[in-house]
T-cell receptor, first 113, second 114 residues
Framework: DAGITQSPRHKVTETGTPVTLRCHQTENHRYMYWYRQDPGHGLRLIHYSYGVKDTDKGEVSDGYSVSRSKTEDFLLTLESATSSQTSVYFC????????????FGPGTRLTVL | QKEVEQNSGPLSVPEGAIASLNCTYSDRGSQSFFWYRQYSGKSPELIMFIYSNGDKEDGRFTAQLNKASQYVSLLIRDSQPSDSATYLCAVNIRSGGGADGLTFGKGTHLIIQP
């Protein structure tokens, strides 16, 4: 298995609370991604990073921010959580761009009440 | 809007038969195609990727790509109950910063009947 961990694995929080999810990799891959997975929508890209301090928006970035201060860590922050952000969040990594395969972490199940 | 379409299923196949999973995509510029398997409550696991037209075989799995028809498929031979899962088709997209994310289909739920 690719060396990817996510923390926390489960979280329940209340509307309006800030939440930070962490993705940590031991593969030294340059590219890191955050996806959310919801019934009826499949996996959707939130944000991605192509290097330390280099990030960009994905398909569903509203309400989310990211940071990457080290190669191995990619943080996803919900500044003020809403019930619509209840989802399973997956981090993924890839060695390169241009269609390199991506490998997924175990996921974080987030519930916003 | 770049899309990837899959039949959601469930697709029910007898044990030992061939399971055929299909996927169409809308972006003619797509170059890389992936199949992921996802068990309930688990993360997606890469099982096949294909870049060129034609067939690519790996064990019991065969990926088929037809760029002219914008069609990619996955065949699973000698299906086993352990193959029961949701299969996600994914296609690379070009994002503004130059890194490729993936556009995923919603997945096909496959059930292998013993």
């Amino acid at each position: 298995d690719a060396g990817i961990t996510q923390s926390p694995r489960h979280k329940v929080t209340e509307t309006g609370t800030p939440v930070t999810l962490r993705c940590h990799q031991t593969e030294n891959h340059r590219y890191m991604y955050w996806y959310r997975q919801d019934p009826g929508h499949g996996l959707r890209l939130i944000h991605y990073s192509y290097g330390v301090k280099d990030t960009d928006k994905g398909e569903v970035s509203d309400g989310y921010s990211v940071s990457r201060s080290k190669t191995e860590d990619f943080l996803l922050t919900l500044e003020s959580a809403t019930s619509s952000q209840t989802s399973v969040y997956f981090c993924a990594i890839s060695e390169g761009q241009g269609g390199f395969e991506q490998f997924f972490g175990p996921g974080t199940r987030l519930t916003v009440l | 809007q770049k899309e990837v379409e899959q039949n959601s299923g469930p697709l029910s196949v007898p044990e030992g038969a061939i399971a055929s999973l299909n996927c169409t995509y809308s972006d003619r510029g797509s170059q890389s195609f992936f199949w992921y398997r996802q068990y309930s409550g688990k993360s997606p696991e890469l099982i096949m990727f294909i870049y060129s037209n034609g067939d690519k075989e790996d064990g019991r799995f065969t990926a088929q790509l037809n760029k002219a028809s914008q069609y990619v498929s996955l065949l699973i031979r000698d299906s086993q109950p352990s193959d029961s899962a949701t299969y996600l088709c994914a296609v690379n997209i070009r994002s503004g910063g130059g890194a490729d994310g993936l556009t995923f289909g919603k997945g096909t739920h496959l059930i292998i009947q013993p």
